[in-house]
């Protein structure tokens, strides 16, 4: 019997338990529904009253993946050219069918990137292309950064990419300079723009009026890129962006 005041139907969903994690997150996506993230130790047995805190952004969340899934097809979602703007390369995708249990991908020059296995299925051939997305950011980000950090005279200790939902770039008190891959998408002037911001905080931790200055010193343009980056989002693809609806923000912050 469903305890009084919790959904009356619980959707089913999957746990995922991850060390990062500080509070509970809810995310609802194409290929995987309802994954709830919750930090180690989290007592499970919560989670249904946590759902009925939820109900309104639950129910709305469910509501506009179901529409995704009537309206757009297996087909329209695949897609036929990726435009890395950053980069100023614009990759031509072709999918192939096969009996293949995985995707494997395959990049031919120049820019050509070939997909095949089960390409009807969205669970398949969606993170396998995301990590492609990861790897070729690690490839540009990484080194940029770096080579940035010298220039500036601002040392970090070590730069990661990971594809993110509400932040483009944070930096940690340990040095760490973390950069969302979704940034390829992005003018390059806005990502340099942030990576600047990211390396400015190794010298302030906060937003103060020094952060700024510096941050201005190295791009005097930052207040017409800050203005830009808060409205990036569209610059990233729909098979990236409907495949996954957080319960957090959807605006992408840089922290």
């Not at 509970?24 to 989670?47: K, Y």
């Not at 390369?89 to 293949?100: A, C, G, P, V």
């Not at 070729?136 to 601002?154: C, F, H, K, Y």
Request: net charge positive; charged share 25%; hydrophobic share 40%.
């Amino acid at each position: 019997m469903p305890m009084k005041g919790i959904l009356s139907v619980i959707p089913e969903y999957t746990i995922r338990e991850s060390a990062r994690a500080k509070h509970v997150r809810f995310r609802v996506t194409v290929a995987d529904g309802l994954v709830v993230v919750v930090p180690q130790g989290f007592d499970r047995s919560r989670i249904p009253e946590l759902l009925e805190g939820k109900r309104a952004w639950l129910e709305r969340a469910l509501h506009q993946i179901e529409q995704h899934r009537q309206t757009l097809s297996v087909s329209a979602m695949q897609p036929t050219t990726i435009e890395l703007a950053t980069l100023d390369q614009i990759w031509r995708l072709e999918w192939m069918q096969s009996d293949s249990p995985t995707i494997a991908l395959d990049e031919r020059y120049p820019f050509e990137l070939s997909i095949l296995g089960p390409i009807d299925d969205t669970r398949a051939w969606q993170p396998a292309l995301k990590q492609w997305l990861i790897a070729r950011a690690r490839e540009a980000l990484v080194p940029w950064t770096m080579d940035l950090s010298q220039e500036m005279g601002i040392p970090i200790q070590r730069v990661t990419v990971r594809c993110q939902t509400t932040r483009w770039g944070s930096y940690s008190n340990k040095g760490t300079v973390s950069l969302n891959a979704q940034l390829l998408f992005l003018p390059r002037q806005v990502t340099q723009y942030v990576l600047i911001h990211e390396l400015c905080h190794a010298k302030h931790l906060n937003h103060s009026v020094r952060f700024w200055q510096l941050v201005r010193q190295w791009e005097p343009d930052a207040n017409r890129l800050r203005s830009e980056l808060k409205v990036a989002g569209g610059f990233v693809p729909g098979w990236l962006r409907f495949a996954d609806h957080s319960s957090g923000s959807a605006d992408r912050e840089i922290a």
